[in-house]
């Protein structure tokens, strides 16, 4: 049948993988997508990666949820987690909705009202719209009424916004992407954009092609570094030595941009005398860079007309992260590479709508657009804003993530309200979440899958794919786009802001938002960031970069030209001092784990795992471990390795790879089979409160059932 690959419409939306926010439309016949093509956004130009372009048809799998859910009194224990789609009617019964959200929502005013404010959790989601995580806040804020609401930023770049806030005001990006191709020289660090930001790296290699000169550190050699000008393998978890290093040469070879430092920063002294000591001779053993090296990319960074720097997880997802990001922030601030095109500094955000999450306010101390919740000043605004009397809005900051868990192991916590996360998969030290979670008195879960979260929770709410509905998506560019609703939900799935709300009617919100344009309309008015743009003018021009504060401004792709927005205008230095990672490598646990993602898996792996494309080119759990260990081992690539730390161990196939370094195995979190955060370490960067995802110390055997 000729006709049967005709669309018969078409819908303009963005991608709902990574933060790099590539604009496509979804070609639909029949309520299901049939192909994806990339628009000519303003950061994909038509491109797309493997996951944008054939990652879609999860939102038609077979293991939808397609019905309310509720837990069966006679259900086997929580604890039990295994999963199997097929005896799922053993432990959940059907509902109807009204059932559902009685008891989901019931439960929740049942406990606040026994156990107070501070006894209930909500995990909201960077996959959802911006109006959905601004709904969720408000809900954790005003009808559970505390602070203790987060999301996934807190395991992704909760460091790096700590860091980027106290030093240039600001949490996001100074410059997007494609400035890359406007600078001399770029330094990418501790992120892998081939796999995880992938139209991105389409752009820096575009960029190497005209000239740039490219500079990549990593403890891995990941893909672009075979473009680089120069590759920096340094050891893990010597971020610091490396970086002070540098700064070091430029501050002893006069390369500071003097004018730069004294009109526009503060506390310049302090660094300066803090780096005096870390001279690239003494760094160059700890970090494993040579001294001359060390010299060369320093003189490069600090002389040239434009310097850029982007920085992923690898950065961030130590318990030293904030240290990492302060030195990247003084590299660029002493030398006067930002605030102009093709200079700045770019934290890579990782889901397509982390940056929009956080600046809408899912982030325990901060409501929306970064204000404190501990200013009475600031309270008493949201307070007229929400209709509400200030005294029902908590004064102190919630709990993060992880704290979260340690709470409900404490009795603290008894209910949790999840949309859209798995943290029975992406928590560290999972084993330990996952029987905190089973721990709770009422656990929710809000999803489109039966993920390993949902499966251990009380109540089940069907919830709407990426396609099935309408709203806006911040990218990692700071540009808000918009996703347009291309199909209709299964069964009786329903769309997440529907269902945020009827959960608020039950905790006695009384809401009534008829479009979700109004809860946009709503996030202006509480958010000067994007205050000046509106409903109308994204569904016209499908994108605005904020800031942009008043109707009719462009935006801003460039930000920080004439000063910073902090009190004083001027950028702040911060001195960092080596902190070595919480657990180091010992005789009991000789190897080193690294944990991150690859290109065909997204995360936890609850869509891309259902993506017939994706899941048939990576179908199995694997570890990339260098070609010697593994025969050091006795092992060849494909056998199964069983890798053990402290805390728990898992069973995988091994990859030979040789740009992983000796002595460190490298493991995608995205596989439930093998779910490698059983191992990680919860250990908490004392600022950002991330996880340190990125190191821990293991031992490996051959064998054991994958
Ligand atoms: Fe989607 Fe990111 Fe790939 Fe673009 S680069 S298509 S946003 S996953």
């Known amino acids: 049948d000729v006709g049967m690959n005709v669309p018969d419409k078409q819908v303009d939306s963005v991608c709902p993988y990574c933060g790099v926010g590539c604009q496509l439309t979804y070609n639909i016949k ?384 008894r209910g949790l309200y999840v949309q859209g996360e798995n943290p029975a998969m992406s928590d560290p030290d999972a084993n330990h979440a996952r029987e905190a979670l089973a721990a709770l008195d009422h656990l929710v879960v809000q999803d489109i899958f039966l993920t390993e979260t949902a499966y251990l929770a009380d109540v089940i709410l069907p919830a709407s794919a990426f396609p099935e509905k309408t709203g806006t998506f911040t990218n990692t560019d700071r540009t808000v786009q918009m996703g347009r609703q291309a199909l209709n939900p299964p069964g009786e799935a329903k769309q997440d802001l529907w269902i945020i709300q009827q959960m608020a009617n039950r905790l006695g919100c009384n809401w009534n938002y008829k479009h979700v344009s109004e809860v946009f309309d709503e996030m202006r008015h509480t958010m000067p960031s994007i205050a000046g743009i509106t409903w109308e003018r994204l569904e016209r021009e499908d994108s605005v970069t904020y800031p942009c504060e008043k109707e009719g401004d462009p935006g801003e792709p460039v930000v920080f030209v004439d000063s910073f927005p902090r009190e004083s205008g001027r950028a702040r230095f911060v001195p960092a001092d080596i902190i070595p990672a919480a657990e180091r490598p010992d005789t009991e646990y000789p190897m080193v784990l690294i944990t991150g993602r690859q290109l065909e898996h997204w995360h936890t792996g609850s869509m891309t795992r259902r993506a017939t494309v994706l899941d048939s080119i990576e179908p199995d759990p694997i570890a990339l471990i260098h070609p010697l260990d593994l025969a050091n081992m006795g092992g060849k690539p494909g056998d199964i390795i069983t890798l053990e730390s402290r805390r728990g161990e898992v069973s995988l196939y091994a990859r030979a790879d040789d740009s992983s370094p000796r002595g460190a195995v490298f493991v995608p979190f995205c596989y439930y089979e093998a779910a490698i955060n059983r191992l990680t370490n919860a250990a908490l960067d004392p600022f950002g409160k991330i996880p340190e995802f990125k190191y821990c110390a293991i031992r490996i055997h051959l064998g054991g059932a994958a």
């Open 30 to 413: 029949d309520n299901k997508i049939l192909y994806v093509e990339g628009r000519d956004g303003p950061a994909n130009r038509e491109r797309l990666c493997v996951k944008g372009r054939y990652g879609f048809d999860y939102a038609n799998h077979p293991h939808r949820l397609t019905k309310p859910l509720i837990r069966r009194a006679d259900a086997p224990k929580r604890g039990d987690f295994v999963m199997d789609p097929d005896r799922v009617m053993e432990v959940f019964r059907e509902a109807t909705w009204e059932e559902a959200l009685e008891v989901a929502g019931g439960n929740f005013a049942k406990i606040r009202d026994t156990h107070g404010k501070k006894s209930l959790a909500g995990f909201g989601s960077a996959k959802g719209s911006n109006e959905e995580a601004y709904l969720f806040q408000k809900l954790v804020r005003t009808g559970f009424g505390s602070n203790n609401v987060d999301h996934c930023t807190r395991l992704c770049h909760a460091s790096s916004v700590v860091a980027l806030l106290e030093g240039i005001g600001s949490g996001a990006v100074s410059n997007p992407v494609m400035d890359v191709t406007k600078a001399e020289v770029v330094i990418i660090i501790g992120a892998n954009p081939t796999v995880n930001h992938p139209v991105a790296a389409t752009w820096i290699k575009n960029a190497v092609s005209n000239g740039t000169k490219l500079i990549v550190c990593d403890p891995r050699r990941t893909d672009m570094a075979r473009i680089a000008h120069r590759f920096m393998q340094f050891k893990a978890d010597t971020d610091v030595a490396m970086l002070n290093a540098m700064m070091n040469v430029i501050v002893t070879e006069g390369l500071v941009d003097k004018e730069f430092i004294e009109s526009r920063t503060i506390g310049y002294e302090e660094l300066r005398k803090n780096v005096e000591g870390y001279t690239p001779e003494l760094m160059a053993p700890i970090c494993g860079i040579d001294a001359e090296t060390l010299r060369y990319v320093a003189r490069l960074y600090a002389t040239s007309k434009a310097s850029m720097i982007l920085w992923g997880m690898g950065v961030s997802q130590h318990i030293h992260g904030t240290d990492n990001a302060r030195c990247l922030i003084a590299l660029s601030l002493m030398t006067g590479q930002i605030g102009r095109p093709g200079t700045g500094l770019h934290p890579l955000r990782g889901q397509n709508n982390v940056q929009g999450a956080s600046d809408a306010g899912l982030i325990p101390m901060v409501y929306p657009d970064y204000q404190s919740v501990s200013d009475p000043k600031i309270r008493a605004n949201f307070a007229k804003a929400w209709n509400m009397s200030v005294d029902l809005l908590d004064p102190e900051p919630g709990l993060t993530v992880v704290e979260i868990m340690h709470a409900i192991t404490d009795g603290k916590i």
